[in-house]
């Protein structure tokens, strides 16, 4: 059994959660103290206003915590504004959030809600058969480094990037009902975890 929480200070976390609990030998959590960051292998950064959710990341004394366990290889996944907080760079804008992944995204750059949309393809590394993406007021990757492995394009945009132990989703897997992208995330934190228990108890002895 896995615990992967949700950080649940703004936007789609119910969404999330009802997702992971599909998956077996996955235990959801909502994460909002610095107790429950302690509990978890594994954290989604869900969609919602990036702003909204640094300035209460900051306020809950979440911000730092979250940026070390990352640094430390705790799998994350940020999908949308997510994407967003993980971003070294948000072009046009000053400053960053998270500021660990080695990419320069664009806010709002598929426009308004009104320009939401719905497409399908395959992500090889995710999923073998087409799965849907859904987008709103979506972000997309404008840069990245080598380090960077861009696991999906829509016309020329990257919208889906991989860098270790980070993923970061321009589209909102948990609102598409399909769980593809909920069960690679899962793979990488069980990974984790058994890695993770391995070196404690190799440190312990």
Not at 69 to 76: D, F, R, S, T, Y
Not at 122 to 147: D, G
Request: with cysteine; hydrophobic share 45%.
């Amino acid at each position: 059994m896995v615990t992967i929480g949700v950080l649940a200070l703004q936007g789609s976390v119910i969404e999330h959660i009802e997702m992971l609990n599909r998956i077996d030998d996955v235990q959801a959590i909502e994460v909002k103290t610095l107790e429950a960051l302690e509990l978890i292998s594994g954290l989604i950064l869900p969609g919602g206003e990036s702003t909204t959710i640094s300035k209460l990341m900051n306020i809950f004394g979440l911000m730092d915590p979250i940026r070390q366990k990352i640094k430390e290889g705790m799998p994350v996944w940020g999908t949308c504004a997510g994407m967003i907080l993980l971003a070294k760079e948000i072009i046009g804008e000053e400053g960053m959030h998270l500021g660990v992944m080695d990419i320069s995204v664009r806010r709002n750059a598929y426009g308004s809600q009104l320009d939401s949309f719905t497409t399908f393809i395959v992500v090889q590394e995710v999923c073998s058969s087409k799965i849907p993406l859904v987008f709103i007021r979506a972000p997309w990757v404008e840069r990245t480094s080598e380090k960077v492995t861009i696991l999906a394009q829509i016309n020329g945009k990257i919208v889906a990037v991989e860098q270790d132990n980070m993923i970061a989703t321009s589209f909102h897997p948990e609102i598409a009902n399909n769980l593809c992208f909920h069960e690679y995330f899962a793979r990488k934190v069980e990974i984790y975890k058994n890695i993770y228990k391995t070196h404690s108890k190799a440190s312990n002895q």
